[in-house]
């Protein structure tokens, strides 16, 4: 009899330990948190900005890359050196191509999915002297850090800005495996010209496996909304990012089935106020599919990164780097905008 009541309260410290790890998980990801450093002797920003936009995929998603939930097989990355390679190529495109602004999504501290090695660490090894602001969509606690997950959004400024607001987007409906749920939200940096105009740049990653695209809808929509504000207010509005929708049309070849496209969604630009402008380099591709290591000509590629902006700013130039998708399974798109006259 007493051992029978000794594993009977086994089994319930387990599943109140269990419910406990649960409760916790939720609560730890509830909140939108983040982390910054203070960049020293920052310029004022000129008449013209610079913005490079990067979805650098956790360094976890380079040309030796599937991805489960886009149809592969694969989890995790092949190896821990192949991350390792992946963060060096990305570090040296980050130098390589200096702006005054750099809007990063999917960076992450070392967790499950980088197989541990610090990328968040490393891009600010890369840009080291800037201004950065690092905020998570996903940040479990209290668990080993080969089953954590800590990534989200990172900002890194040459130039003196005011301190990053975070602003809620809607979230999707259901939690990743019924227990975490990710946190929607834009980063908005303000500043002000050379010519004393005000600017605010926003740094943004909108849903991507929600169906029919119905959560990347609205969170567009309120995008928008909070955008025209803004605009309303004077600013001269940029919102770079992964929208997770195609920003325009494209006919890159490629031999992916149709069934590993399910996740391609039109941005709806009938929703666009008049006189806003979509930003792209129509030439270069910014993502390609997952469901199977990449080959050129064969992953489908198109462009779902890049910028949207107020009728009051102009584009002085935009162009999308191609890296071969050596690195992550997204491509950087560097633009420069001034103020209108």
């Known amino acids: 009899m007493r051992r029978v009541l000794k594993q009977l309260f086994q089994i319930i410290l387990l599943l109140v330990l269990l419910a406990a790890g649960i409760l916790a998980l939720n609560y730890f990801n509830n909140g939108l948190k983040n982390k910054s450093g203070a960049g020293a002797d920052l310029a004022n920003a000129d008449a013209a900005i610079s913005v490079l936009n990067w979805n650098i995929g956790y360094a976890g998603l380079g040309k030796e890359s599937d991805f489960v939930m886009d149809g592969g097989e694969n989890l995790l990355p092949p190896s821990i050196e192949i991350v390792e390679k992946n963060l060096a190529g990305i570090q040296k495109i980050l130098r390589d191509n200096k702006s005054d602004l750099y809007l990063i999504q999917e960076i992450s501290e070392p967790d499950m999915l980088n197989l541990g090695v610090d990328v968040l660490g490393g891009v600010q090894q890369a840009l080291s002297g800037t201004d950065w602001f690092f905020s998570y969509d996903f940040r479990t606690q209290f668990i080993p850090r080969s089953s954590s997950l800590k990534h989200g959004l990172a900002s890194f400024a040459w130039i003196k ?5 975070l602003i809620r987007l809607p979230n ?6 019924g227990l975490i749920q990710r946190q929607y939200h834009i980063q908005a940096r303000e500043f002000t010209d050379a010519n004393s105009n005000p600017w605010v740049v926003m740094n943004i990653h909108l849903s991507a496996f929600d169906e029919d695209g119905n959560v990347r809808v609205r969170q567009y929509e309120k995008l928008l909304e909070i955008a025209s ?21 494209t006919d890159f070849p490629h031999t992916t089935k149709e069934k590993d496209l399910f996740w391609l969604k039109i941005l709806p630009t009938e929703s666009l106020p008049a006189d806003w402008q979509i930003v792209v380099d129509p030439s270069v591709a910014t993502v390609r599919t997952n469901e199977r290591p990449f080959i050129k000509g064969e992953n489908y590629t198109t462009i779902i990164d890049g910028y949207l902006v107020s009728p009051n700013v102009e584009v002085v130039s935009v162009k999308g780097l191609d890296t071969n998708f050596e690195f992550t399974d997204h491509q950087p798109t560097l633009a420069r905008f001034k103020s209108r006259p």
């Open 172 to 177: 999707e409906p259901t939690r990743l495996q």
């Open 229 to 249: 504000k803004y605009y309303a207010d004077g600013k001269r509005v940029v919102i770079g990012g992964d929208w997770n929708m195609q920003l325009t049309l």
């Open 161 to 165: 800005t005011q301190p990053v607001t």
